[in-house]
């Protein structure tokens, strides 16, 4: 079982470039949640994906959004990006009512 | 809303000594109370789970916490650190303030073991 994987490790764009983020959800897994982690803070959540819909969202902006397909991987795309988005991006899945396995995350950079 | 405080941003302690990680929590409601670990280039991990059942709770890798509502408390504890301990740990609390959905994540505590 490979678990959560997530693509790709690093990534740096310049301010005002989009981004896609991809992940893959640990295997009999369904709901996908992303996270931002600043440097030195704890995770923030952005949204929940179940059955191919955005179930919850957290405290961000419209330019974050997300996709689920019908194989439960998840995409995050932010638009406009800025500084402040530079973080590490997580990808946790679980099956319902079980507990959140997290990825190892993507590193964004934005110069 | 709810909400964790952790209280140290890093503890140092020797190997062999024992481990104290606090935090506290606040939630309208009963909470679930969790502790991750994070370390350098990997996911998190969740180290253990409290869900309204036992308020002692045992965890992977010698660590337990126990859940005092009055204290509204869920500290972290190890009886002997060993140096593959060294890492960054989060308290993190869910409930019906989200929507049970989000987990809401501490700032972190950096635990560091010297040998």
């Known amino acids: 079982d490979a678990g959560v994987t997530q693509s790709p490790t690093h990534l740096i764009k310049t301010r005002g470039q989009q981004v896609t983020l991809r992940c893959s959800p640990k295997?009999?897994?369904?709901?996908v949640s992303w996270y931002q982690q600043a440097l030195g803070q704890g995770p923030q959540f952005i949204f929940q994906y179940y059955e191919e819909e955005e179930r919850q969202r957290g405290n961000f902006p419209d330019r974050f959004s997300g996709h689920q397909f019908p194989n439960y991987s998840s995409e995050l795309n932010v638009n406009a990006l800025l500084l402040g988005d530079s973080a590490l991006y997580l990808c946790a899945s679980r099956s319902r009512g079980r507990e959140q396995f997290f990825g190892p995350g993507t590193r964004l950079t934005v110069l | 809303a709810q909400s964790v405080t952790q209280l140290d941003s890093h503890v140092s302690v020797s190997e062999g000594t024992p481990v104290l990680l606090r935090c506290n929590y606040s939630s309208s409601y009963s909470p679930s109370l969790f502790w991750y670990v994070q370390h350098p280039n990997k996911g998190l991990q969740l180290l253990l789970k409290y869900t309204s059942a036992a308020t002692l709770v045992k965890g992977i890798n010698g660590f337990e916490a126990e859940f005092k509502k009055s204290e509204t408390s869920f500290h972290l504890t190890k009886p002997s650190a060993h140096m593959s301990d060294a890492a960054e740990y989060f308290c993190v609390v869910s409930g019906r303030d989200t929507g049970r959905r989000a987990l809401t994540f501490g700032s972190g505590t950096r635990l560091q073991v010297q040998p």
């Open positions: 295997s009999g897994h369904d709901t």
